[in-house]
């Protein structure tokens, strides 16, 4: 089966069946998702290799948590999540082997644990870090609007939540979010 230029329909299925337990279907849907998976992980990780691991990890996540996927919305937006997740697991798996790293003072830095701190999205990741701690419920619905520009209708039906809620927990996350991307906690 050709899985270029699927449909969003056909991707759909293919996740249904996938989710029934058919393993073909499965394979074919990795196949169809993993180039937008790698472009979600490449938003967020700059550094190449840093994008494709985080990637490998998003369609491992699939796999195994397909079952998960309750059908309401598209396929695609709750891959999109798992994405981000994925994302933002490797990078801080990286940036505790920057810290370690540092720590020792090795004369020449290694590309994998720098390229983080190198990275354009750094700033945001951070805020997000610092978000999370006390307001968790906000990170999820503002980086897939802001970041993915996802519609506030789709972030809806993904999370789970009215659409007034999700709104509203943009409108907060990003005024938590302006002074720590400013630079000003």
């Known amino acids: 089966m050709t899985t270029e230029g699927l449909t969003p329909d056909a991707i759909d299925d293919l996740a249904r069946r996938a989710r029934d ?101 750094l700033d945001l990741l951070e805020a997000m870090e610092t978000i999370e701690r006390d307001h968790p419920q906000l990170v999820e619905p503002l980086l897939l609007r802001d970041v993915y520009g996802m519609s506030y209708e789709e972030i809806a039906q993904q999370v789970g939540a009215p659409l007034g809620t999700i709104k509203a927990q943009i409108h907060t996350g990003r005024k938590l979010a302006r002074p ?6």
């Not at 720590?180 to 906690?185: F, W």
């Open 180 to 185: 720590l991307l400013r630079g000003n906690p």
């Open 21 to 121: 337990g058919d393993r073909a279907a499965l394979e074919d849907l990795l196949t169809a998702v993993r180039p937008r998976a790698l472009n979600v992980c490449r938003g967020v990780l700059p550094y190449t290799p840093d994008a494709e691991d985080a990637c490998q990890e998003a369609l491992l996540n699939i796999a195994t948590k397909i079952g998960s996927w309750g059908g309401r919305g598209r396929f695609t937006t709750w891959m999109h999540v798992v994405a981000v997740n994925s994302a933002r697991t490797t990078y801080r798996r990286m940036r505790n082997q920057a810290a370690a790293t540092d720590a020792i003072h090795l004369e020449k830095p290694d590309p994998r644990t720098t390229s983080v701190i190198a990275g354009t999205r």
